[in-house]
T-cell receptor
């Protein structure tokens, strides 16, 4: 059961193109995140948001930008894609409950830049 | 600094128990999590443990927490081929930040 949706699932584009990766969640969570995942599995936080109109850069420097105009929507944009941007991008959100604040992940977008 | 470490690979036979280990550094962590990632998918919360607990059992899963040694383990009883996946240990350090380990790839041999 997916409450957080990412589109597209796969994207192959040429160098220099502008792209937007979409992420939406229906859980009303305030916090949202973008992670980049290496082929070797490790996750790197590239952007996060506390809520509407809040965006922050994560631990890994990224040439991408994000926006948070609506609670449910947290798109990631690359103005000019390069082969070094080829990776898996995972979007996540978190709220608060008896489990603490675990992250709920989308299924990811696998981006290939040729 | 904050760090979560776990071994990268584990191979077990079907029906055996799997134990995945993790160490963390932030003693102020309130919640510790195990996530599972299957091929082509995002991470899925598997189980969690609150920092004042020593053990938590949930069906085939047992989580053990040694707060003194900052050691967390996940035991999967009667491991099945469907358990083959990558398992991530994570600590919630408060605020926005969750620190993930690099993931342990579990191979289950039939």
């Amino acid at each position: 059961e997916a409450d957080i949706y990412q589109t597209p699932r796969y994207l192959v584009i040429g160098t220099g193109k502008k792209i937007t990766l979409e992420c939406s969640q229906t859980m009303g969570h305030d916090k949202m995140y973008w992670y980049q995942q290496d082929p070797g599995m490790e996750l790197h936080l590239i952007h996060y948001s506390y809520g509407v109109n809040s965006t922050e850069k994560g631990d890994l420097s990224s040439e991408s930008t994000v926006s948070r105009i609506r609670t449910e929507h947290f798109p990631l944009t690359l103005e000019s894609a390069r082969p070094s941007h080829t990776s898996q991008y995972l979007c996540a959100s978190s709220g608060w409950g008896r489990e603490g604040s675990p992250l709920h992940f989308g299924n990811g977008t696998r981006l290939t830049v040729t | 600094g904050e760090d979560v470490e776990q071994s990268l690979f584990l191979s077990v036979r079907e029906g055996d128990s799997s134990v995945i280990n993790c160490t963390y550094t932030d003693s102020s962590s309130t919640y510790l999590y195990w996530y599972k990632q299957e091929p082509g998918a995002g991470l899925q919360l598997l189980t969690y443990i609150f920092s004042n607990m020593d053990m938590k059992q949930d069906q085939r899963l047992t989580v053990l927490l040694n707060k003194k040694d900052k050691h967390l383990s996940l035991r999967i009883a009667d491991t099945q081929t469907g358990d083959s996946a990558i398992y991530f240990c994570a600590e919630d350090t408060g605020g926005f930040k969750t620190i993930f380990g690099a993931g342990t790839r579990l191979f289950v041999k039939a």
